[in-house]
């Protein structure tokens, strides 16, 4: 079977790993027609759009797409191509698998975590104003002194109908990854109505799985918590922008950004991509490592169907990581971006040739 799927390469040291992903994807054996589209800052210069309508038309015919990370201008310029692409396709849980592979730089063993993020409100709903402006002005007023009069508003809209499907696909998953417990995060204890919302929703969820244990935590005790016994948590459900920043604690407890994969999933589609951004400073010097978007891409075989081929790529990436031999800088190794991918491509043939013997043998 022919799968298509949308691939953005995104900008910084995207195109690099997307090429890489393309080129192991392509050694599985697995049948993908690409369809390539452009956005970013690069696209940008060009367009003058970071976004232009032909990949939001793209992801919604396909409706699967791989994507490597894009440049958000920080303070000022325009709005995250990443969170209007996971708002427009109603992206709305993010899932991140947290996993410690042997070999890598890390000093905790045997992690194997569940992030599932909230993606398309909160904080990120990018409904704010600035200091000074008449709405900012208006809401300070109703606010009756609890506010400085010279602040910049954000608001942070946090409802019934996404909390309840966000934690409806956490315990879906840990139904489904046979795991034992959802640990639901907010700060509910300051924002009392928002994140006591969502914690109200978890409650009722919960009752729905009775095999599946429940529990809370505040999101700055959740942050020591994770740093000092990690083994005690399996599935974390949070808020969008609680859920980001954990994200990237996660990916340090095993290993680094470089690691960490993760899916962007709603009822009409799906987009994977890795949690790292597009690293900048590593543009153009085959650096980086092709591991967070090749488990990404693991994530979308998984996602097609292709689950033989998805734990293949696994075994590949596994066995390159404990070797240790090729590897990127952040793994300890002097290897480029391309030079891991092609070690991944030879496990991967090998591997291949090792089962189609085992075949053979097994007729004999
Ligand atoms: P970043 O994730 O790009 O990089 C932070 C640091 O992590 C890098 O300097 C590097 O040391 C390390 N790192 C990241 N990816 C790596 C890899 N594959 N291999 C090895 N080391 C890696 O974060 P940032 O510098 O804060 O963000 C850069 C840009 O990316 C910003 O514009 C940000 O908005 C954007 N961003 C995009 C996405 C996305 O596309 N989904 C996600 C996060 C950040």
Request: aromatic share 4%.
């Amino acid at each position: 079977m022919v799968h298509e799927v949308t691939l953005i390469p995104g900008d910084g040291t995207g195109p690099s790993i997307c090429e890489v992903a393309k080129k192991v994807i392509a050694a599985t054996g697995v049948q993908i027609k690409w369809d390539q589209v452009e956005a970013g800052v690069d696209v940008m210069k060009k367009t003058g759009t970071p976004l232009p309508d032909n990949v939001l038309a793209s992801c919604r015919r396909t409706k699967v797409a791989l994507k490597g990370p894009i440049t958000t201008p920080i303070g000022t310029g325009f709005r995250s191509v990443n969170v209007t692409l996971r708002k427009e396709l109603d992206l709305y849980a993010c899932v991140r698998p947290c996993r410690t592979y042997q070999g890598v730089l890390s000093r905790y063993e045997k992690i194997d975590l569940l992030i599932v993020r909230e993606n398309v409100e909160d904080l990120y709903a990018g409904v704010e104003w600035p200091a000074g402006s008449e709405e900012a002005k208006k809401i300070i007023a109703m606010a009756k002194g609890k506010i400085n009069p010279e602040a910049a508003i954000s608001i942070k809209p946090i409802s019934r109908f996404n909390s309840e499907r966000i934690l409806r696909m956490a315990f879906d998953l840990a139904v489904k990854h046979k795991r034992r417990k959802v640990t639901a995060v907010t700060k509910a204890n300051i924002m009392k109505c928002t994140d006591g919302l969502f914690f109200e929703v978890a409650r009722e969820v919960a009752k729905r799985y009775p095999a599946i244990e429940y529990e809370e935590r505040l999101i700055d005790n959740m942050c020591m918590q994770l740093v000092q016994k990690p083994e005690l948590y399996d599935v974390i459900c949070l808020p969008n922008l609680y859920g980001d920043i954990l994200s990237d604690l996660c990916a340090g407890l095993i290993g680094g950004l470089g690691i960490a994969p993760g899916a962007n999933i709603g009822d009409h589609g799906a987009l994977f991509e890795a949690v790292h951004g597009s690293a900048p400073k590593y543009t153009g010097q085959n650096k980086v490592n092709p591991t967070a978007i090749l488990l990404s891409a693991e994530l979308m075989l998984n996602h097609l169907g292709e689950t033989d081929v998805a734990r293949r790529l696994d075994r590949a990436v596994a066995e390159v990581i404990r070797e240790g031999k090729t590897v990127t800088y952040d793994l300890g190794g002097k290897a480029g971006t391309r030079e891991m991918g092609d070690a991944i491509i030879e496990k991967l043939t090998r591997d291949e040739g090792r089962g189609t013997r085992d075949k053979l043998e097994a007729k004999q």
